[in-house]
Each structure stands twice: as structure tokens, then as C-alpha cells.
């Protein structure tokens, strides 16, 4: 079983419309949780961090469950410009101690006109 | 600010052949970590260094792979001798040292990768 496991993609929406991406993890004591973009042939970027209490950032919000040990991520209103790899992202360690990140497959997004 | 530098962007060997990837962090960085992601899978965690120290070098396949972060500052991983499944894309990152005041964030920061395609 792999230790991040993504939605498999990809989801293919017409802009404005919402989309919300799928990720559980393994390991229970994982600490720090993330969403990282990567556009294509590109690195992967850091979209947000996630946080048990759920957090927003304008059109993006992120969700946590670590009972169920599942992760997702909402787009709301999406643009064409949102169109890329969504990697749901893992740390052992916490949000300020750095450590390895442990990557789930990707999901891709592409947003239509 | 320079972001993660890493060279080549692309290289293309021949089974057998020798190959030495570069990364330059951030300045100031203390943390410096390849990942690397093979056609069709995730990206994996290769090994973290701490200024020149291994960290962590769990993810390292075999010992065709040596890292090495003289100085604390650039890092090198060679691969000898590169094998067919070595190909893919090799990503460093490096983020700021371990935030002791208890909070905030230490972001990963990624270099573009070099794409090593070995035939």
C-alpha cells in the first residue's frame, strides 16, 4: 500500500466550476500535512499547508481528518489558470522541523474554457 | 533572491556511464534534500542533509548513488554506474534550519530538476 494515496486523475472541468481532490495516508503518526502544485515540467511549488481545523486561501480551502487520516482540497471557481499536477503531501515531522516529504501520485486538473 | 539552482537541467548517458547532478540551496539554508520521481510514480525522498551532515539517507536505492555537501553549501549526487532505471527526474530542495521558537512553517523550496534519461 503506498503511503499517500491521490485521487487518480485526471479531472477535466469547465472553468468556474468546483473540484475537490482525495488523499488519504498510512502512516498515523504523520504530523504535517500539504497541497504543492506542480505545473507541467516545472517543480513542485507549495500550495498550502493543512491543519486539523481546516483552513482558506481565497479559492482554495483545505481539510484534515486525522481520525480518518484523509486530506482533501477544494477549488472553487476554477480558472484555467488552475490547471495542473495537485500533489498531496506528507511530513513525519511538524510544520517547523523540516524533514522528508512523503508525495502522493498527483492528481492533474485541467480546466476547460 | 536565488531560488534552488540544480545542473544539468537535462542529461543523457549511456548504461554504464558516470553522472553528477549539482544543486545550489538557497543561501543560508541549512537543509538540503533530494527527491527523485521515475516515470509513472510519485516522488520519492532520496536523502536530507543538515549543513554537511547526513541527515537522513534512507531513501538512497543502492550504492550507486553517493551524495556528498562539502562545506555545507552545494551538493552533488553521482550516480556510478548509471543503470536504465535510474532515468527520471532528480529534484533538490533546501529549507531554512529547524524554527525553535515553536511556529511557523519551514517550507521546502524545489529546484526546477535535471532529467537524466540513461540508455
Known amino acids: 500500500r503506498k503511503e499517500v494515496e491521490q485521487d487518480p486523475g485526471p479531472f477535466n472541468v469547465p472553468e468556474g466550476a468546483t473540484v475537490a481532490f482525495n488523499c488519504t495516508y498510512s502512516n498515523s503518526a504523520s504530523q504535517s500535512f500539504f497541497w504543492y502544485r506542480q505545473d507541467c515540467r516545472k517543480e513542485p511549488k507549495l500550495l498550502m499547508s493543512v491543519y486539523s481545523s481546516g483552513n482558506e486561501d481565497g479559492r482554495f480551502t483545505a481539510q484534515l481528518n486525522r481520525a480518518s487520516q484523509y486530506i482533501s482540497l477544494l477549488i472553487r471557481d476554477s480558472k484555467l489558470s488552475d490547471s495542473a499536477t495537485y500533489l498531496c503531501v506528507v511530513n513525519p515531522l511538524l510544520y517547523n522541523q523540516g524533514g522528508k516529504l512523503i508525495f502522493g501520485q498527483g492528481t492533474e486538473l485541467s480546466v476547460k474554457p | 533572491e536565488a531560488g534552488v539552482t540544480q545542473f544539468p537541467s537535462h542529461s543523457v548517458i549511456e548504461k554504464g556511464q558516470t553522472v553528477t547532478l549539482r544543486c545550489d540551496p538557497i543561501s543560508g539554508h541549512d537543509n538540503l534534500y533530494w527527491y527523485r520521481r521515475v516515470m509513472g510514480k510519485e516522488i520519492k525522498f532520496l536523502l536530507h542533509?543538515?549543513?554537511?551532515?547526513?541527515?537522513?539517507e534512507s531513501g538512497m536505492p543502492n550504492n550507486r548513488f553517493l551524495a556528498e555537501r562539502t562545506g555545507g553549501t552545494y551538493s552533488t549526487l553521482k550516480v556510478q554506474p548509471a543503470e536504465l532505471e535510474d532515468s527520471g527526474v532528480y529534484f533538490c530542495?533546501?529549507?531554512?534550519?529547524?524554527?525553535?521558537?515553536?511556529?511557523?512553517?519551514?517550507?521546502?523550496?524545489f529546484g526546477q530538476g535535471t532529467r537524466l534519461t540513461v540508455v
Open positions: 542533509f543538515v549543513k554537511e551532515s547526513k541527515q537522513d
Open positions: 530542495a533546501s529549507s531554512q534550519a529547524y524554527n525553535t521558537q515553536g511556529g511557523g512553517l519551514t517550507e521546502a523550496f
